[in-house]
């Protein structure tokens, strides 16, 4: 029994619970993507090697049911809202979303069209914003910077 106790580190890590399964999601974002024009370049360009998102361990998705973001990237019309409403309605919670590129912010260069919706925030709620045309993969990963930053400081467990 002594031999086991030397085996045994010499520190104790103390944490709230929340603030270690936030740490948890937030090291494990799993993202859908969701490219409907230009703006899907930039983020394949993202996940790419030179970006590298998976040292932040986002990963993606090609279905909703595992993922837990979902990254708009592009222009969506009024037709393509209600398909991306379902998509997301089809994620689990808790569930965020980026919304990449002024197309996906407010309609963009397209904004005058009677098919283009004026922003993805009319049909879903956003977490964060990407400002662009398109938006750079450094601005891509400071809005997953950011996203992570608000999932650390959410609470689940009431006490």
């Given at each position: ?30 993202y ?12 394949m ?5 030179r ?61 005058h069209?009677?098919?283009?919706l004026?922003?993805?925030?009319k ?8 400002p662009?045309?398109?938006p ?24």
């Open positions: 029994m002594l031999t086991l106790y030397k085996q045994l580190p010499n520190f104790i890590l103390t944490t709230k619970l929340d603030e270690l399964l936030n740490w948890c999601r937030k090291s494990s974002v799993w859908m993507l969701f490219a409907t024009a230009c703006c899907g370049i930039e983020l360009q993202t996940g790419g090697p970006c590298d998102w998976d040292r932040f361990g986002a990963v993606p998705r090609s279905t909703p049911r595992q993922s837990d973001l979902m990254i708009i990237a592009g222009t969506i019309s009024y037709k393509m809202a209600v398909c991306t409403r379902r998509l997301y309605d089809q994620m689990p919670d808790p569930k965020y979303v980026i919304a990449m590129g002024s197309c996906a912010n407010c309609g963009g260069l397209f904004k069209s009677y098919s283009v004026k922003g993805i925030d049909v879903m709620p956003v977490d964060i914003y990407v662009g045309c398109p750079r993969p450094e601005a891509l990963t400071d809005g997953l910077l950011k996203l992570q930053e608000k999932m650390q400081k959410e609470k689940f467990l009431r006490s």
